[in-house]
């Protein structure tokens, strides 16, 4: 019996049933098969050698891709546990997945001591047992085989993950002397892993709980061949050059305290100007596309955010309640500002002829993350989000979405995010338990989105299971200056918290209805956004947003006089700088002014002074000429214009 299988072309091909698709693979080319790593069959990455039973989509994925990465790398992090077992007889396994840049195993050592001292011992045993060229093989197991497995090796965190399996799900993986528990999907061979490099050890806690026992965590990066983790290292390094962390104490952006608490930063002067900059940047945009500025307290009651919903679903990771002396009052840290922006709506009611009502709010929101996952801006623990909410009718919604679309790629354009991908974030197609509303809603959300997208030629994927609980998304997947992956804007479609708040507006028939919401933060959050946007530019922001955009630069004392006035006719001018009065040589003034990522230099000596001038350098040009000062102006503000 023959199945068919759907190419991403379009193609049909007739195979066995049974078949893999790797012998798809070997049909097309026997050079694609050399170079494939996994599969997605029906949007659900496979096992190359998986066989197919039934009519299904298929993908071929390579390392270039990223599911195909993915795979590697969860393959390299079972060939890590092998070496582990090895070299440390008697280690307990955690999980071992593969993650944005590599993969990790969680390890429990017992009595055993391990550092980054053991790195090369390791790495050098993986590299044997790579060359051994075993294969990674799938085995269907019941619950009662994979309990007895792990019961005799005694191993009770395998068994802890065991605990939540259903019967008839669970799969083992084995490649040489070692077996995991493993859904997969994983790389036929260990024979492909050429290049292997541990990166960092760290503390972690066995499923995040703090409540648990601290585990050895282990990253590492592999790849299929030499060269390619050799650029690799190398875009490490220009990527520790850019850390967000390092040039934010640099250039005196931000910082932290440990008396005001782990993920609560503290905004320095500098990086409160280009907060302030980004903020009115984003307002003049939305007063132009219609939106009211709203403020909302930073607490609200526990039953605000039990009807959203947030409470059931994020109250594990929210601050503790805060209770008051009256009984049985709560409040609560603001995880969300939607449940507010609700409230907001329903102050009056209102007609079809208001709606569309749009209210934005750069709203501060607090939830408890984890200490060993906070990470300086990029996780914290508060954070102002570029909120907004939209309330339309069913009709109104796909121009809305787009309009939204638009807002957010005038964003990525200002600021030179040019490289994107749309990420259509769609319900779990199997498990849709763990969403909120009713299928027809569901499905008229993620048809505006689709419908939306099309229109303006996005480059999209989809991912199905990706989803926010109360409806579907679309996620901005950026790329930076390193070619990292960064999720930075989101646009979400709600039939759900209208229907939990009980919200409607008077339509033209004279009847109550319920408007649809639309979720929108094209930043997503200041810190995250700041912190992302500080690694693509190396502290090299654009003019407009630099905290200092001109350093006057005066050759000596004498010229100090002048250079103050130099200063005071800039900011009339709406120019932001400072005057280095420092008694060093010119030499070593702008040598710093170029070390704090100061975009223009005005250098002040006696010619200057007596023909009041300036002579002007640009950061990465060099001398670009003397002007008088109001040309100067002019000629600034031509550079803010190309910008």
């Given at each position: 019996?023959?199945?068919?299988?759907?190419?991403?072309?379009?193609?049909?091909?007739?195979?066995?049933?049974?078949?893999?698709?790797?012998?798809?693979?070997?049909?097309?080319?026997?050079?694609?098969?050399?170079?494939?790593?996994?599969?997605?069959?029906?949007?659900?990455?496979?096992?190359?050698?998986?066989?197919?039973?039934?009519?299904?989509?298929?993908?071929?994925?390579?390392?270039?891709?990223?599911?195909?990465?993915?795979?590697?790398?969860?393959?390299?992090?079972?060939?890590?546990?092998?070496?582990?077992?090895?070299?440390?007889?008697?280690?307990?396994?955690?999980?071992?997945?593969?993650?944005?840049?590599?993969?990790?195993?969680?390890?429990?050592?017992?009595?055993?001591?391990?550092?980054?001292?053991?790195?090369?011992?390791?790495?050098?045993?993986?590299?044997?047992?790579?060359?051994?060229?075993?294969?990674?093989?799938?085995?269907?197991?019941?619950?009662?085989?994979?309990?007895?497995?792990?019961?005799?090796?005694?191993?009770?965190y395998k068994l802890d993950l065991i605990e939540g399996l259903d019967d008839g799900t669970i799969t083992f993986y084995k490649q040489g002397n070692f077996t995991d528990l493993c859904r997969g999907p994983h790389i036929q061979s260990t024979s492909a892993i050429k290049a292997?490099?541990?990166?960092?050890?760290?503390?972690?806690?066995?499923?995040?709980?703090?409540?648990?026992?601290?585990?050895?965590?282990?990253?590492?990066?592999?790849?299929?061949?030499?060269?390619?983790?050799?650029?690799?290292?190398?875009?490490?390094?220009?990527?520790?050059?850019?850390?967000?962390?390092?040039?934010?104490?640099?250039?005196?952006?931000?910082?932290?305290?440990?008396?005001?608490?782990?993920?609560?930063?503290?905004?320095?002067?500098?990086?409160?100007?280009?907060?302030?900059?980004?903020?009115?940047?984003?307002?003049?945009?939305?007063?132009?596309?219609?939106?009211?500025?709203?403020?909302?307290?930073?607490?609200?009651?526990?039953?605000?955010?039990?009807?959203?919903?947030?409470?059931?679903?994020?109250?594990?990771?929210?601050?503790?309640?805060?209770?008051?002396?009256?009984?049985?009052?709560?409040?609560?840290?603001?995880?969300?500002?939607?449940?507010?922006?609700?409230?907001?709506?329903?102050?009056?009611?209102?007609?079809?002829?208001?709606?569309?009502?749009?209210?934005?709010?750069?709203?501060?929101?607090?939830?408890?993350?984890?200490?060993?996952?906070?990470?300086?801006?990029?996780?914290?623990?508060?954070?102002?989000?570029?909120?907004?909410?939209?309330?339309?009718?069913?009709?109104?919604?796909?121009?809305?979405?787009?309009?939204?679309?638009?807002?957010?790629?005038?964003?990525?354009?200002?600021?030179?995010?040019?490289?994107?991908?749309?990420?259509?974030?769609?319900?779990?197609?199997?498990?849709?338990?763990?969403?909120?509303?009713?299928?027809?809603?569901?499905?008229?959300?993620?048809?505006?989105?689709?419908?939306?997208?099309?229109?303006?030629?996005?480059?999209?994927?989809?991912?199905?299971?990706?989803?926010?609980?109360?409806?579907?998304?679309?996620?901005?997947?950026?790329?930076?200056?390193?070619?990292?992956?960064?999720?930075?804007?989101?646009?979400?479609?709600?039939?759900?918290?209208?229907?939990?708040?009980?919200?409607?507006?008077?339509?033209?028939?004279?009847?109550?209805?319920?408007?649809?919401?639309?979720?929108?933060?094209?930043?997503?959050?200041?810190?995250?956004?700041?912190?992302?946007?500080?690694?693509?530019?190396?502290?090299?922001?654009?003019?407009?947003?630099?905290?200092?955009?001109?350093?006057?630069?005066?050759?000596?004392?004498?010229?100090?006089?002048?250079?103050?006035?130099?200063?005071?006719?800039?900011?009339?001018?709406?120019?932001?700088?400072?005057?280095?009065?420092?008694?060093?040589?010119?030499?070593?003034?702008?040598?710093?002014?170029?070390?704090?990522?100061?975009?223009?230099?005005?250098?002040?000596?006696?010619?200057?002074?007596?023909?009041?001038?300036?002579?002007?350098?640009?950061?990465?040009?060099?001398?670009?000429?003397?002007?008088?000062?109001?040309?100067?102006?002019?000629?600034?503000?031509?550079?803010?214009?190309?910008?």
């Open positions: 019996m023959n199945i068919k299988i759907t190419l991403p072309d379009g193609s049909v091909r007739e195979v066995p049933q049974g078949s893999t698709a790797l012998d798809v693979a070997k049909s097309i080319s026997e050079g694609l098969a050399r170079v494939v790593v996994s599969a997605k069959i029906n949007d659900e990455v496979w096992d190359l050698t998986r066989p197919i039973d039934s009519d299904a989509s298929l993908a071929l994925l390579k390392f270039d891709d990223l599911e195909g990465k993915k795979t590697f790398w969860h393959s390299s992090s079972h060939l890590l546990a092998e070496a582990l077992e090895a070299l440390y007889p008697g280690v307990k396994l955690g999980i071992g997945p593969a993650i944005d840049n590599g993969f990790y195993y969680d390890v429990d050592f017992g009595d055993q001591n391990f550092s980054s001292n053991d790195f090369e011992k390791v790495e050098k045993k993986m590299k044997e047992l790579a060359s051994q060229g075993n294969t990674y093989d799938r085995k269907e197991v019941s619950k009662a085989d994979a309990i007895k497995y792990f019961t005799e090796k005694e191993d009770e292997v490099k541990l990166l960092n050890v760290a503390a972690a806690y066995w499923r995040g709980d703090e409540k648990n026992k601290s585990l050895t965590r282990i990253y590492g990066v592999s790849f299929p061949k030499a060269k390619m983790l050799t650029e690799h290292l190398e875009l490490l390094e220009e990527a520790k050059r850019r850390d967000h962390r390092k040039l934010g104490k640099e250039l005196e952006l931000f910082t932290f305290s440990d008396k005001v608490g782990a993920g609560l930063p503290l905004w320095l002067p500098k990086g409160t100007a280009i907060r302030e900059r980004l903020e009115n940047f984003m307002r003049q945009a939305q007063i132009e596309r219609g939106y009211h500025q709203v403020v909302t307290p930073h607490i609200a009651k526990k039953e605000l955010y039990v009807t959203s919903g947030h409470y059931e679903k994020y109250g594990e990771d929210s601050f503790q309640p805060i209770k008051t002396p009256n009984e049985d009052e709560e409040f609560l840290l603001k995880p969300m500002n939607c449940p507010h922006h609700c409230e907001i709506f329903k102050f009056k009611p209102k007609s079809y002829r208001e709606l569309p009502y749009r209210v934005a709010e750069f709203g501060t929101v607090y939830r408890y993350e984890q200490s060993g996952e906070l990470n300086g801006l990029t996780r914290v623990r508060g954070f102002t989000q570029d909120d907004a909410h939209i309330f339309c009718t069913p009709d109104q919604l796909k121009e809305e979405f787009v309009d939204v679309i638009d807002l957010v790629m005038h964003v990525f354009k200002k600021l030179g995010f040019e490289n994107f991908t749309a990420q259509i974030s769609l319900r779990d197609r199997e498990n849709k338990e763990k969403y909120i509303g009713s299928d027809e809603n569901w499905e008229k959300a993620e048809k505006a989105i689709i419908e939306a997208t099309a229109e303006r030629d996005l480059v999209t994927v989809t991912e199905y299971g990706e989803a926010a609980f109360y409806g579907p998304k679309l996620d901005f997947m950026v790329k930076d200056a390193l070619g990292r992956s960064w999720q930075l804007g989101t646009i979400q479609v709600d039939y759900n918290l209208p229907e939990r708040f009980d919200l409607d507006y008077i339509g033209a028939d004279n009847e109550k209805h319920r408007p649809v919401m639309i979720h929108r933060a094209p930043f997503g959050s200041l810190e995250r956004f700041i912190g992302i946007l500080i690694e693509h530019t190396a502290g090299n922001f654009p003019l407009w947003l630099s905290p200092e955009q001109v350093a006057v630069l005066p050759i000596s004392e004498k010229y100090h006089d002048y250079s103050d006035k130099v200063l005071k006719f800039l900011n009339k001018n709406d120019i932001r700088g400072l005057v280095d009065e420092r008694a060093e040589k010119i030499g070593r003034k702008i040598r710093d002014a170029w070390a704090t990522k100061i975009p223009v230099m005005i250098i002040v000596g006696e010619e200057e002074s007596d023909n009041e001038e300036v002579s002007v350098r640009i950061q990465g040009e060099g001398d670009v000429g003397k002007f008088k000062l109001d040309e100067f102006v002019t000629y600034f503000n031509s550079l803010l214009t190309k910008e």
